[in-house]
């Protein structure tokens, strides 16, 4: 006999219905499935009319198209029994945010959540799809949760493989529960269903993608452990179609949030949780505009900046009238507090425009480090990728960046053995690498999606172990230009480091080890002293400013009275000499406890009249 099992497909957000609308939802998406196929039975579909109620409305009277507030969104769903969940989140920063947004989108409706696995009722995934690596780890993940799950459990897939793989991940009894990145709204009913204590469903779907869903009225709940930095979504989606990239078919089209709503949230995470960086977050992030009425009406006229030069091109048209720009965000979160690091990511090269450069070299908070994801360094793979720039185009953007801002460090991804790659292309990128001398990349091997550019009209013809040894070539090339780069930019230098605590590994024997970032976005670890007491100390802001003065005046700091110390905390900003280069990562020792205001006016204004031999003096005496 045929197995069947009733699952809820859903393809929409739905505010909250009143039973008799659920039921006809319910039975007008309700499906009979075997383990191979879903089709719908003749009589199934004369049940579904019979109890559909005549009452001239349709799905589409429940189906919303547009924004709702998350109260009226989700009001009115509550557990029916007590039940917790557990999400483990893979892939980039995106998901990161996301899991926040599921997280308190969860809490909001009284789910708890377990700090263990195995204390949890919803197991919940949540996915990456840009390269099968990440997606081979998902599916051993799966295999072991329905290993281990039991009847009460639900096992859920969220984000860019769910809307990826949608109803075959239903079909291989993988999930219980699937999600696209556009429907956690959705997560609170779908999880009523599958544990309606009178009327449960087998399984739940919801993988639609929504031309305006950005989340900008749910305040994400973010990991207790990451309280000083934070990633905060400013747009969603991506329409750059690359040849390679599956993310506008994950992800949908690009839209960008409310400008006031970005900007609320930030404030209220530097007033309430003392935040000291933040992250902006994007597919492509540097191309956001908010073209909403609200940024329409207060701003009718501005002009959009232009492209990063005139080699470059957007693949799609976009509004150049009206609204808030990525200057206008990035500038306006800046102002929020001059201790407030800024970073974005992830950023599309053609977005770059000269407001921007001149921006981030005025304001000290706006971090000198640019990610600058080439992906090759051939001028026709370029085209084949669809990038909309060549090579000639990359490095005259690389040049007003380094004119613009001179300290600035760069970062990169590249892909190794794209479709029909020659050996000359794969010596061009090789060779970019090599001029470029970046700070950090992100290197793969090729691996082809499903209903990308390339998957419909190329072929994934370079062979494996092609792909693998010119990855190698790539890897040996960065690592052997950033430790020379380095060696020659950062020894000796003082940075200014926003400290992240002590270090899981400790590097220097007999003392503490703690680690950081410097504004660059270099990973530092230092030596710290501790006291008696087991906390850290170092001396404090004003008396390096008052040594720093003496020894422009005299080297003698015999008149000098003894250095006052302060505490070191995790959040704290602390200058760090750098003393040893590892790769892309430094070593250094601590020099002082610092303000991010304070060390720009230090830098700026005394750094860079002392000698060599008063800044080595100064070094010496700040310990």
């Not at 452990?225 to 599956?246: L, P």
């Not at 921006?359 to 080439?374: S, T, V, Y």
């Amino acid at each position: 006999m045929l197995q069947m099992k009733r699952i809820l497909v859903r393809h929409h957000p739905t505010a909250s219905l009143s039973r008799r609308i659920r039921n006809s939802l319910r039975f007008s998406s309700s499906v009979i499935v075997d383990h191979h196929t879903i089709r719908q039975s003749d009589h199934q579909k004369q049940q579904q009319r019979k109890n559909i109620p005549d009452d001239g409305l349709t799905l589409g009277d429940f189906v919303q198209s547009g924004q709702t507030s998350a109260s009226s969104n989700l009001a009115g769903i509550i557990p029916s029994q007590d039940l917790s969940f557990h999400i483990k989140t893979y892939g980039c920063q995106m998901n990161v945010n996301d899991s926040d947004i599921v997280r308190a989108v969860l809490l909001q409706q009284g789910y708890r959540e377990a700090q263990e696995e195995s204390e949890a009722t919803i197991w919940l995934t949540n996915t990456c799809a840009i390269r099968d690596k990440a997606e081979r780890k998902v599916w051993q993940r799966l295999h072991t949760l329905k290993k281990r799950k039991k009847s009460n459990q639900i096992v859920g897939l969220l984000g860019c493989m769910a809307e990826r793989l949608q109803s075959d991940l239903l079909k291989e009894n993988m999930a219980d529960l699937v999600v696209g990145p556009d429907a956690y709204r959705d997560l609170p009913r779908l999880i009523g269903e599958l544990t309606d204590a009178q009327d449960p469903i087998a399984q739940a779907i919801n993988v639609q993608l929504s031309l305006e869903e950005t989340y900008e009225d749910i305040v994400p709940v973010r990991d207790k452990t990451s309280s000083n930095s934070a990633f905060v979504s400013i747009q969603r989606g991506c329409s750059n179609r690359c040849s390679f990239c599956i993310v506008p078919f994950t992800r949908g089209q690009e839209r960008s949030r409310p400008f006031e709503s970005i900007v609320n949230e930030v404030q209220e995470l530097v007033e309430v949780n003392n935040l000291k960086e933040v992250v902006l977050l994007g597919q492509n992030v540097n191309s956001y505009h908010d073209r909403s009425d609200a940024a329409l009406a207060a701003r009718p006229l501005a002009i959009t900046p232009s492209l990063s030069n005139s080699g470059f091109r957007n693949r799609t048209k976009r509004p150049t009238v009206g609204g808030y720009t990525f200057v206008d965000l990035v500038e306006a979160v800046a102002d929020i507090s001059p201790e407030l690091r800024v970073r974005f990511t992830s950023p599309h090269p053609k977005d770059y425009p000269h407001e921007l450069l001149h921006l981030m070299a005025e304001r000290p908070n706006i971090c000198n480090q640019l990610h600058m994801p080439a992906q090759s360094g051939s001028t026709t793979m370029l085209k084949r990728m669809k990038r909309g720039y060549s090579r000639e185009a990359y490095l005259e953007l690389l040049e007003s960046v380094h004119r613009i801002i001179p300290d600035v460090a760069l970062s990169s991804d590249f892909i190794a053995g794209f479709c029909d790659e020659t050996e000359e292309e794969h010596a061009d990128t090789v060779s970019l690498l090599e001029h470029v001398e970046y700070e950090q990349a992100f290197l793969f091997a090729y691996s082809m999606r499903n209903k990308t550019h390339a998957h419909r009209t190329m072929d994934d013809n370079v062979p494996a172990e092609v792909k693998q040894r010119r990855l190698q070539e790539l890897i040996d090339m960065f690592r052997t230009k950033v430790q020379e780069k380095n060696e020659r930019v950062e020894m000796g230098r003082l940075r200014l480091v926003l400290v992240e605590g002590e270090a899981k590994r400790q590097a220097f024997p007999g003392a503490g080890t703690w680690h950081g970032r410097t504004d660059q976005n270099k990973r530092i670890l230092f030596e710290v002293p501790s006291t008696s007491a087991g906390s850290v100390e170092a001396v404090d802001e004003d008396y390096a400013w008052s040594l720093f003065k003496q020894k422009l005046t005299s080297n003698s700091i015999s008149d000098m009275p003894p250095a006052s110390r302060s505490t070191i905390r995790p959040g704290d900003y602390a200058v760090v000499e750098v003393t040893e280069i590892k790769g892309h990562s430094l070593r250094g020792r601590l020099l002082w406890k610092s303000t991010l205001a304070g060390f720009s006016k230090i830098e700026s204004s005394l750094m860079s009249t002392l000698g060599p031999d008063q800044l080595a003096g100064f070094k010496e005496n700040i310990r």
